[in-house]
């Protein structure tokens, strides 16, 4: 199966919003030109990237919630896939770049503004599992581009 990134995203300053960015070099430590702020809880070896499917996105917009690309933390936005495509153990594959699921990236307030009334805990896989963004660790560094082809390869 595969898709194509919509989006990439990322926040020299850290925190939230994340921007619009054409090109991102990942390593395995995380998204070069992007800081998180809270190291407990973000980035490191197996959250190193962000990322989210457009079906989720538009599922919370349709919703009534303000959310748009970067407004969650997210560094790489697919789409031509949905959520069910989605669980830790997935490999994503790009020209350059390998990535692996690791788990669900938890909702925290500082993305509140991307929710009516602050609800963001509408993005929770706890809550909703379709509703989920996803962290994943890199297995093999590179740059991803905006439009390009990705290929997710499902657990077997």
């Known amino acids: 199966m595969s898709g194509s990134i919509l989006g990439?995203?990322?926040?020299?300053?850290?925190?939230?919003?994340?921007?619009?960015v054409l090109d991102l070099q990942v390593s395995t430590n995380g998204c070069i030109g992007d800081r998180q702020n809270d190291l407990k809880h973000h980035g490191g070896p197996r959250r190193a990237v962000c990322l989210m499917s457009l079906d989720v996105m538009e599922?919370?917009?349709?919703d009534g919630h303000p959310i748009e690309g970067g407004s969650t933390g997210e560094n790489l936005l697919i789409e031509g896939c949905t959520w069910?495509?989605?669980?830790?153990?997935?490999?994503?594959?790009?020209?350059?770049?390998?990535?692996?699921?690791?788990?669900?990236a938890?909702?925290?307030?500082?993305?509140?503004?991307?929710?009516?009334?602050?609800?963001?805990?509408?993005?929770?896989?706890?809550?909703?599992?379709?509703?989920?963004?996803?962290?994943?660790?890199?297995?093999?560094?590179?740059?991803?581009?905006?439009?390009?082809?990705?290929?997710?390869?499902?657990?077997?």
């Open 59 to 62: 599922s919370l917009q349709n």
């Open 106 to 156: 938890p909702p925290c307030k500082t993305i509140r503004d991307s929710f009516t009334n602050g609800t963001f805990k509408s993005l929770s896989h706890s809550i909703l599992a379709q509703k989920t963004r996803w962290y994943a660790e890199v297995l093999q560094e590179g740059t991803l581009h905006r439009g390009e082809e990705i290929q997710i390869d499902a657990i077997s």
């Open 8 to 20: 990439l995203f990322a926040s020299p300053a850290g925190g939230v919003p994340k921007f619009p």
């Open 84 to 104: 069910k495509d989605f669980e830790v153990g997935t490999v994503l594959r790009t020209e350059e770049v390998v990535l692996r699921i690791t788990g669900d």
